[in-house]
C-alpha cells in the first residue's frame, strides 16, 4: 500500500552513484546506519548534499520514507533536501517526514491536542497576533499607566519568548538582560500569567507554546511518546547548534524507542543566542547519546584558501570547539582585507568606492554583492547608492503572510470561522476610521453579547491606507 502511487517502473531506478559525488567524509556520514552520529560540518562543506543523500540511501535500502523524519529550520530548506532526495532516487523520498519543528509539533498537538486540553482546531499567534493580545492585557493593566517608563508590548513579548526558548524564568530574563526594568517585575510578571491564561482560554498557542506543549506531551504521556518514536526510525537535525534547549529535549525523546540520531551543525556558525538558541547542545552532543561517532566534513567547496587559512585561524582561537582544518580544491584568490570606518557613512562611502573600482575593472553591477548582519544596517548605504544612481535589489524583509493587508484579510476569514475571536475582531475593528484600542473593545464585547456573530462585519469605510498592497 505504502508504494501504490508509484508509477510502475518508479522505485526501479538503479543504484545512487555515490562515488564521484561524495567525498570520502560525506560517504562516511551516509553509510551511517544504526545509532548516533554528530555531524560537524564546516562552512560551505557540502551538508545538505549529505543530508539529501543519505535521505535517498535509506530509502534506496528499504527504509520506509515515512519513518524518516529530517527537521530543518525552515521548511524551504526541508522541501529543497527533499527535492534533490527525489532527482536523487524517485518519488517515495516526497514521502519524508520533512519540516520544521514547529510545523511538526503543530502536526503532533493536533493529533493528541485532547490530552493537552486542547481542540485540535486550535489557533496559533504568529509575533503580531502575540504583540495584539499582550498589548490588550497591557492596556487592561490598571498599573501600566501609572508609568512611561513600563516597556512597549514587543518588548514583553521579546522577554516572554526569550525566556521560554532558555528555559528559564521570566525573573531572570528581566534581571540577565533587561534589568533598568526591575521596577516594573511584578506587573510584567502579572501580564505574563494573564497572557498564558488567555491563551488556554481562548484556544490558543504562539510559537513557543507549540516546542513547550510537545515537549510536555513526550514528557508527560509515556504512551504517547512510545507511539511517536516508534514511527520514526531515522532522526536527521540540520543546524544543529542553532536548537534551544526545548528542541534538544524533544529530539531526545523522539528517539528513546530507535535510537537513531543524525545531527548536522557547525559550533563555529552558531549565531543564535539572542533567540534562545544554545549552542551547547551541539558541544554536549556525545553525552547525551552515549556512543556517539563524529564524522568531520572539512573540504570546503565555496571559497578558496586565502579566506580559509583566516577562517581556521579565527576558529583556532576558540576556548569551546571541535578541532577541524577547512581546505579546499580551489586555486587562486586574494588575502581578506579588514577595513575599519571612523562612522557608518565612511563605510558606506568605501563600499560605494569599492564598487564602483569594480565595475571600472569590467565586473557588472549584477555580480556584485554587500552581505549584511540584519536588514536595517543597509539604510546608509541604499541612500548612498541612490545618490550615486546605482541600481540595486534588497532581499529581505517582511513575509508575505506577515505583511499588514493580509493579516487583515485573515483577519475577516478567522471571524467567519470564530465569530468569537477576539484578537481579529480587533484587527479588524483597527482599520475603521476613528477606531481605537478601547472603541474596538466595545464594539466587540457588544457583538458578543448580541450574539451578533459575522453581522458585526458592518460596512465602514476603513482608514486612509488601509488597502495598500491590493492596488495590483
Known sequence: MEDQFIKEGEGQQSPISHEDALNASQREAVYFNDGYLLVIAGAGSGKTRTLTYRVARLVEDGVSPRAILLLTFTRKAAAEMVRRAVDLLDVRCQRVSGGTFHSLANMLLRRYA???????????????????????????????????????????????????????????EIYQHYPHLESHMETMLAICETYKQRKIELQYLDYDDLLVWLKMLLAEHPDIRDKISSSYRYIMVDEYQDTNKIQADIIHRLSFCNRNVMAVGDDSQSIYAFRGANFKNIMTFPDIFPGTRIVRLEENYRSVQPILDLTNDLIDKAKEKYTKNLFTRRTGGSTPQLVEARSENDQSRFIIDTIMERYRDGIPFQEIAVLFRAGFHSFDLEIELNREGIGFIKYGGFKFMESAHIKDFLAHLRVLLNTNDRISWHRILLVLDKVGPQTADKIFRTIVEENAGTMGLVSVKPKAGWAKGFER
Open 114 to 172: 485532547s490530552r493537552i486540553g486542547f481542540d485540535n482546531g486550535f489557533g496559533i499567534l504568529d509575533r503580531a497576533d502575540a504583540e495584539s493580545l499582550v498589548g490588550m492585557l497591557r492596556k487592561e493593566n490598571a498599573d501600566v499607566s501609572k508609568f512611561d517608563s513600563f516597556p512597549k508590548k514587543g518588548t514583553l513579548v521579546s522577554i516572554f519568548s526569550r525566556a521560554v526558548n532558555k528555559v528559564i524564568s521570566v525573573e531572570d
